[in-house]
Every structure is written in C-alpha cells, then in structure tokens.
C-alpha cells in the first residue's frame, strides 16, 4: 500500500522544538507602592522612622530625589500603570465619582494597555498584590471587570477595591470574588502581614511549577494611609520618641537630609504656615495626645516595612534577587486629612464640619491604633513628613507632589546606595522599566492600536548620575489646583476645595495661602 505523501514543511516544523512562551534569562520586575507616604518619612529618606528594609533597597538600589507624582493616589497608579498622563486615561480624578467626561470617567480607554499586559505578552507571569482603587465605585461589587487588575493585565489577584480599608478588617477580594479575611484581629489578623503572605505563596507556587518564568508583582500596601492601625508592640516601641514635637522633628529631619545628600547644603526649610500650630503653643495633654498618634503612625510603617521585607526575603531565597528589578515608590505626599488636632475616627472628617473635641479625643487616646480606631494624625506631622516641602497631599506644591523613588537591580545597577536628582515623573516608571527589560514599546497590544506614551525611560540616569534631567516639562492638576514644571521653574494655583469648614477658616484666612 502506498504511503500519502509527506508535507515536508510539515515535517520540518514537526521536528522544530516549540517556542518558549518568555524569555527565561528576563529580569522579573516588583513595583511596590506605599500610600500617602511622604518625602521624609523614610530612613533612607532622613526619616528617625525605622524602615530597615526599605533602607537596605536603597543601599542596593538608586534613590531618587527629584521623582514627582500626582498629589493624590488613583491618578498616581493610572501613570505608573499606563506611562501616560492621567487625564489621558480617564483618571483625572478618584474613581469613586466617575462622570462622562473623558478625563473623569474612571476606566481606561482602548489603547492604552497597562504594563501588566504588555509583559503579560512577553511571558511573565503577572499579579497583583493590595490596594487597587481604580475601579468606578458601582462597579465594585459584581463588576463589570474590565477595570479589575484582572480585566487589565494581571492573571491573579488579592487586595482591596476601595481607596482605604480597615487593616484589622478590611474588605478584601481575590481575583473577582469578594472574601473574608483569613482570620480575625484577635487571632492577630493584620493585612500587611495578610498581604506579603499571598505574596510569598504566590512566588513559590510560581517557582515549584515554572521555576525560569519571570514574574511581574505589583505590591500596593494600604499604609501608611490612614487608619493608622498597627500591633502594639510595633507602637510602643516609639513611646516618647516623637515627644519633642513637629517643629523638632522638621528641623532634624531636614539636618538628616543634607548629611544623606538627600537635599543640597544650600537647601532651605519651608517655613511652618501660621495655620499650623506652633508644638510649643501645644496644651500638655493635646502634646501628648498627638505624639501618641505619631507614635502610631510610626510603628504603623514599621511594621509595614517588616512585611515588605518578608517579600524581599522570599525573592532572594528563591535565588531570583540578583536579577529582580525592584521599584519602590509612594502615591502622594504625606496625608493631612486629620485636620489641625487628628482624630482616633477619622471618618467623622468625612462626614462632620463640626469642630473637634479634645476631650473626646483624649478619652480614646489608649485606643489609638487599635481594632477600636480608625486614626489619623495631625496635619502638622504631615508637615514633618514632607520636609522640607510646603504642604502635602492634593496640593500641587511640592510636599503634595515629590516622592520618594528607589529603584533596585543588583545584576545590572553598578553604583548602589547612590542618589539621583534629575527630575522625573510616575509617567516614566512603566517605561524605564520596560526599558532596562529589554522590551520595546508595543504599537498594539490585543490587536488594538495604541495611544502614545507621555512617559521617558530614565534607565540612562540610572547608569550615569550625570546624565541630564529625561524630561524638562510636566503639568499637574488635583481637585483644582494646577501647576507647571519647565527647565526648573515650577509655576503653582492653588484651588484646593476638599476642606472641612473648620480647616477652610484656619487655611484661607493666612496669608500664607493668599500668597501660594
């Protein structure tokens, strides 16, 4: 019997052994992202709070300090995921009041894939970890997914839809299921320690079943942004240690910056706006009222470090830290929404112009930080935790804009511990590192057409520390208020509408913010 004739070009390709679907020699890539954490609120950064994780990636890495955000979070992450500029992507604004205006919608428009999916094309395994806050807000409950870090780019996830939560109970999903929390807070529940264990189960998992595939982590905290909710003993480890005051704070804070170089010797120091307190025009009891909640606020990010630092941990274990670029970033400045005197609820901000009452705060002062909290502290730490910039988040001024960036890549960064000041915005993380991955801009991705980058990469900064400044203009805008950066000049409004009407008294009678 005769035999069909054999396609030869069938055959060949028969013979030729299948693609690999990702390159195994490519870097992994972790963006991590703090919120509300301000300019000096790191050790690495000048800070007296210990982040002895953190610090240790900027002795490996590259800190930046010069790197600007857009004063306030969901705008932030859209540029960091998009490499465009928010308005461009809907996100104008938070998602929790979307309306039919292009720049406010609140979801993504076609062509403008995030990162996730372009290296999800590549190969890497992709999730994301945290705090999410970019889908409209009735949308939240049973979709639709398309703004969920699934329907854009991450093949799993675990976090929090909203933009804060409950640390203690927080209202978590896993991938497009709402779920309870593992266990309760007085089995020691807390979601940072929830967090970077699905972190490090997830990298295992990974690396018993694809040991060579990179992976793409995206790993958003809920801290420091309020409520400022921690174990105690990571509080009470800074008893009387923020006793001297805001004012002391700035002014040691800032003496730390220049010895680093974070700041230059001729840098000068913002001056207190009369509307913030003076901390020796502080009564005894509120002294002691409002260093108890920076005490919080302080082990709060402690701890948050400790649980960063597992995550690292994991990676270097794995035998994958040599080759993992890292980013390390916050989404805003310091937060200054607990008013002049802070407060053990701070939702009542949300929902009360009424003036606080110290009594009642100073009656709950033992609560602070704890399941029966839900605390933020005085604006005047949040002054001392953007030095040595005026304001804080939602303003366009620098203490709302300029954050810390730390980028890590022991295989391939030859000066580590170093400092950059070159000037660069949160549109240019998604492309430098697609950059030091070797991955070119796509013109499409999923067959659609895309928009173009507003982002720069800055690798070469990363490389030469002479290099000059990647981008010489960016524009802000945040609730109202506006600015523009060219060449070095910064041109700032101020129109910041988002006050209680006891701050609006305070505020808006100053010359200080006549003069802004």
């Given at each position: 019997?005769n035999?069909p004739p054999i396609?030869?070009a069938?055959r060949d390709?028969?013979?030729?052994?299948?693609?690999?679907?990702?390159?195994?020699?490519?870097?992994?890539v972790?963006?991590?992202?703090?919120?509300?954490?301000?300019?000096a609120?790191?050790?690495?950064y000048g800070s007296?709070i210990d982040?002895?994780n953190?610090?240790?990636?900027a002795g490996?890495?590259?800190r930046?300090t010069?790197?600007h955000?857009?004063?306030v979070?969901?705008?932030t992450?859209?540029?960091?995921?998009?490499g465009r500029?928010?308005?461009?992507?809907g996100?104008?604004?938070?998602p929790d009041?979307?309306?039919?205006?292009p720049?406010?919608?609140?979801?993504f428009?076609?062509?403008a894939?995030t990162?996730?999916?372009?290296?999800r094309?590549?190969?890497?395994?992709?999730?994301?970890i945290g705090?999410w806050?970019?889908?409209?807000?009735d949308?939240r409950?049973t979709?639709p997914?398309?703004?969920w870090p699934?329907?854009?780019?991450?093949?799993?996830y675990?976090?929090?839809?909203?933009?804060?939560?409950?640390?203690w109970?927080?209202?978590?999903?896993r991938?497009?299921q709402h779920?309870?929390p593992?266990?309760?807070?007085?089995?020691?529940y807390?979601?940072?320690?929830?967090l970077?264990?699905?972190?490090i189960?997830q990298?295992r998992?990974l690396?018993?079943?694809?040991p060579?595939?990179?992976?793409?982590?995206?790993?958003?905290?809920?801290?420091?942004h309020a409520?400022h909710q921690?174990?105690?003993e990571?509080i009470?480890?800074?008893?009387?240690?923020?006793?001297?005051?805001?004012d002391?704070a700035?002014?040691?804070t800032?003496?730390?910056?220049r010895?680093l170089?974070?700041?230059?010797?001729?840098?000068?120091?913002s001056?207190?706006?009369?509307w913030?307190e003076?901390?020796?025009?502080v009564a005894?009891d509120?002294?002691r009222l409002?260093?108890r909640?920076?005490?919080v606020f302080?082990?709060?990010?402690s701890?948050?470090?400790?649980h960063?630092?597992r995550v690292?941990?994991e990676?270097e274990?794995?035998?994958?830290g040599d080759n993992?670029?890292?980013?390390l970033v916050?989404d805003n400045?310091?937060s200054?929404?607990?008013?002049p005197n802070?407060?053990?609820?701070q939702?009542?901000?949300?929902?009360?112009?009424?003036?606080?009452d110290?009594?009642?705060?100073?009656?709950h002062?033992d609560?602070?930080?704890?399941?029966?909290?839900?605390?933020?502290?005085p604006?005047?730490?949040?002054?001392?935790?953007?030095?040595p910039f005026?304001?804080?988040?939602?303003?366009?001024l620098?203490?709302?804009?300029?954050?810390p960036?730390i980028?890590?890549?022991?295989?391939?960064?030859?000066?580590p511990?170093s400092i950059?000041?070159?000037?660069?915005h949160?549109?240019?993380l998604p492309?430098?590192?697609?950059?030091?991955?070797?991955?070119p801009?796509?013109e499409r991705v999923?067959g659609v057409?895309?928009?173009?980058?507003?982002?720069?990469s800055?690798?070469?900064v990363?490389?030469d520390?002479?290099?000059a400044?990647?981008?010489?203009?960016?524009?802000?805008?945040?609730?109202?208020?506006r600015?523009?950066y060219?060449?070095?000049?910064?041109?700032v409004?101020?129109?910041?509408n988002q006050l209680?009407?006891v701050?609006?008294e305070l505020?808006?009678g100053?010359?200080?913010?006549a003069?802004d």
């Amino acid at each position: 019997m005769n035999e069909p004739p054999i396609d030869l070009a069938l055959r060949d390709n028969a013979a030729r052994p299948a693609p690999d679907p990702y390159r195994s020699d490519a870097p992994n890539v972790v963006v991590i992202v703090l919120d509300d954490l301000g300019f000096a609120q790191l050790g690495c950064y000048g800070s007296s709070i210990d982040t002895p994780n953190i610090d240790r990636l900027a002795g490996r890495g590259v800190r930046f300090t010069n790197f600007h955000t857009t004063a306030v979070c969901s705008p932030t992450r859209a540029c960091l995921l998009t490499g465009r500029n928010h308005h461009r992507v809907g996100m104008g604004m938070l998602p929790d009041l979307p309306v039919n205006f292009p720049a406010y919608t609140g979801q993504f428009p076609d062509g403008a894939a995030t990162i996730a999916e372009i290296l999800r094309d590549e190969g890497y395994a992709t999730t994301a970890i945290g705090k999410w806050h970019l889908v409209p807000r009735d949308q939240r409950a049973t979709g639709p997914y398309r703004m969920w870090p699934t329907g854009v780019g991450f093949d799993r996830y675990y976090g929090f839809l909203n933009g804060e939560t409950n640390q203690w109970t927080p209202n978590l999903v896993r991938d497009q299921q709402h779920v309870e929390p593992p266990a309760s807070p007085d089995e020691g529940y807390h979601l940072d320690a929830d967090l970077a264990d699905e972190a490090i189960q997830q990298l295992r998992e990974l690396h018993l079943h694809q040991p060579d595939r990179p992976f793409f982590l995206w790993y958003a905290t809920g801290s420091p942004h309020a409520p400022h909710q921690a174990p105690p003993e990571w509080i009470d480890r800074y008893r009387g240690r923020f006793d001297g005051g805001w004012d002391v704070a700035r002014e040691e804070t800032f003496a730390r910056q220049r010895e680093l170089g974070v700041v230059p010797d001729d840098a000068v120091l913002s001056e207190r706006p009369p509307w913030v307190e003076a901390w020796t025009d502080v009564a005894p009891d509120r002294q002691r009222l409002y260093a108890r909640m920076m005490e919080v606020f302080a082990g709060f990010l402690s701890h948050t470090d400790h649980h960063i630092g597992r995550v690292l941990d994991e990676i270097e274990s794995l035998g994958q830290g040599d080759n993992t670029i890292v980013a390390l970033v916050s989404d805003n400045g310091a937060s200054a929404e607990g008013g002049p005197n802070g407060s053990w609820n701070q939702m009542r901000h949300y929902v009360s112009d009424e003036a606080d009452d110290i009594d009642e705060e100073l009656d709950h002062l033992d609560d602070l930080g704890g399941f029966r909290s839900s605390g933020h502290y005085p604006w005047g730490w949040a002054l001392a935790g953007n030095t040595p910039f005026r304001r804080w988040k939602r303003y366009t001024l620098e203490g709302g804009v300029r954050d810390p960036l730390i980028i890590s890549w022991p295989d391939r960064l030859s000066s580590p511990g170093s400092i950059r000041h070159q000037y660069t915005h949160a549109v240019d993380l998604p492309m430098t590192l697609l950059d030091l991955a070797g991955i070119p801009l796509p013109e499409r991705v999923g067959g659609v057409e895309q928009l173009s980058f507003d982002g720069v990469s800055i690798a070469e900064v990363l490389h030469d520390p002479d290099r000059a400044h990647p981008r010489t203009e960016q524009y802000y805008e945040c609730w109202g208020s506006r600015a523009y950066y060219a060449d070095g000049w910064k041109a700032v409004t101020n129109h910041v509408n988002q006050l209680t009407m006891v701050e609006r008294e305070l505020v808006e009678g100053s010359d200080d913010f006549a003069q802004d």
